[in-house]
């Protein structure tokens, strides 16, 4: 037998290879976490699982801390742990809820709970949750508006759109939170402000788990469907694991079962959903490297800057797309241009004699060689645009870090973010090349 080819090198060899994956490192020590955890056990909840631990790449999160097997529960949160709309209203601010007309949303509920008990300080029978909860967040609606600008196109207008949405926000609810002055000393305005209730939004936003919705007389019609689960929301996300989550009604606890297998000292992650990473950003804050959900978005304007302007029927084309809802999600994958992308390329590119058979572009027909081939090549010139694109404003994003040190975090997140698009742009050109060989 060959050396290094019997079954003790194998093993070897694989104990090597997982001893050389990162680490976490282990915060059960730290005083936050110990806090924590005795908050916890007074309120019924006790695991052996999991540990508080912060790992390479990902930061902190929850560590195994036995070999987790296929279907088994990671976590299970009692209702007593949970903070909700219930938690609000049987609170020192329920009375206030009651009697404001319109009622408060459930949002701004657990907003203005949020914002009291972290101004509260040690008097907050919350304080060990507040604690580990982050200091700031690095969703777009929290970035400075030179950073914005470095963003995609698209994600840049919805973080616009996020921006306004949280100002209006803040500005329709400061009579409700004038009505609370007898319950502070100080003003109001100096403990509800702005960049406070950004905070309360943020950690909802991006830290709530789902509940079956509930309506509350106090509270507006808007869903009641979000919760903060203390130490459950340290599980980071990834989109290669599917787990299942639900409220258990029986046990009155949030329950999480793995699908997959974890050994021991391995990060456990969930899954928020199957969101690209524009969407992750946007909502989260964060980018997902390697992630197969992650695409790179092709706006009206894009689609049609490498068709001929002398085409007549260009218009009709347009309005044929829109109708059928192939104007947008157009998009470049791992796999290359999208299935919607390449439709929707293939009838703009109908020749005029071939108009007619538009129907059977939607249903997927191939009219011609030439049309596919010319669809192809479109596609191609799209996806170069792209690349250069990208890499000019990775180029701009480095600039800057060499220029605004104070921001170096935000353009790190930015720069992460257009990496993994031209990650999928140069894989989807090698793809269109192999698909363009066929007709050569």
């Known amino acids: ?192 402000s702005y960049s406070a209730l950004l905070w309360a939004w943020c950690t909802v936003n991006t830290r709530a788990v789902y509940l079956r919705p509930r309506q509350r007389e106090c509270l507006s019609a808007e869903p009641d469907t979000c919760a903060l689960a203390p130490y459950l929301d340290l599980l980071n996300h990834s989109p290669h694991v599917q787990v299942k989550a639900a409220f258990n009604e029986e046990t009155h606890s949030y329950e999480i079962r793995t699908t997959s297998r974890w050994r021991k000292h391995e990060e456990v992650f969930i899954c928020y959903g199957p969101h690209d990473n524009q969407r992750l950003f946007l909502e989260y804050g964060f980018v997902s490297v390697h992630n197969p959900h992650a695409c790179v978005y092709v706006s009206r304007e894009i689609l049609v800057k490498y068709l001929p302007s002398r085409d007549k029927q260009m218009d009709k084309k347009i309005s044929i797309l829109k109708d059928h809802g192939y104007i947008e999600n157009l998009t470049f994958g791992w796999d290359g241009p999208s299935w919607r992308l390449l439709t929707a390329l293939k009838l703009l590119c109908l020749e005029a004699e071939k108009f007619t058979c538009w129907k059977k572009v939607l249903l997927g027909e191939v009219i011609s060689d030439t049309n596919e081939k010319t669809s192809l090549d479109i596609a191609q010139k799209i996806c170069y645009y792209f690349i250069e694109e990208t890499n000019a404003m990775l180029q701009k994003v480095s600039h800057m870090k060499d220029e605004k040190e104070a921001l170096i975090n935000q353009l790190t997140l930015v720069e992460s973010l257009w990496m993994e698009e031209l990650k999928i742009l140069r894989a989807s050109a090698e793809t269109l090349h192999s698909l363009q060989t066929a007709f050569t």
Not at 28 to 49: G, P, T, V
Not at 108 to 127: I, P, Q, Y
Request: charged share 25%.
């Open 1 to 192: 037998m060959q050396k290094g080819k019997g079954r003790t090198s194998r093993i070897r060899r694989r104990k090597l290879c997982r001893s050389s994956e990162p680490r976490g490192v282990n915060e059960s020590h730290k005083s936050e976490f110990i806090e924590l955890r005795k908050w916890l056990k007074a309120r019924k909840f006790q695991d052996s699982n999991l540990a508080p631990a912060c790992f390479p790449g990902t930061g902190r999160g929850l560590m195994s801390q036995t070999s987790l097997q296929e279907g088994q529960m990671i976590i299970s949160l009692p209702e007593s742990c949970l903070l909700t709309t219930d938690t609000v209203i049987q609170s020192y601010l329920g009375a206030y809820l009651t009697k404001w007309k319109p009622p408060p949303s459930p949002l701004l509920a657990l907003c203005t709970f949020l914002v009291s008990e972290k101004h509260a300080g040690d008097r907050s029978l919350w304080k060990p949750y507040l604690e580990i909860l982050p200091k700031a967040y690095t969703c777009p609606v929290c970035l400075e508006p030179e950073v914005v600008n470095l963003l995609p196109k698209s994600l840049k207008a919805k973080a616009e759109e996020q921006r306004a949405h949280v100002q209006e926000f803040f500005a329709s609810s400061r009579d409700f939170f004038s009505s609370l002055q007898p319950l502070f000393v100080e003003a109001v305005d100096s403990i509800f």
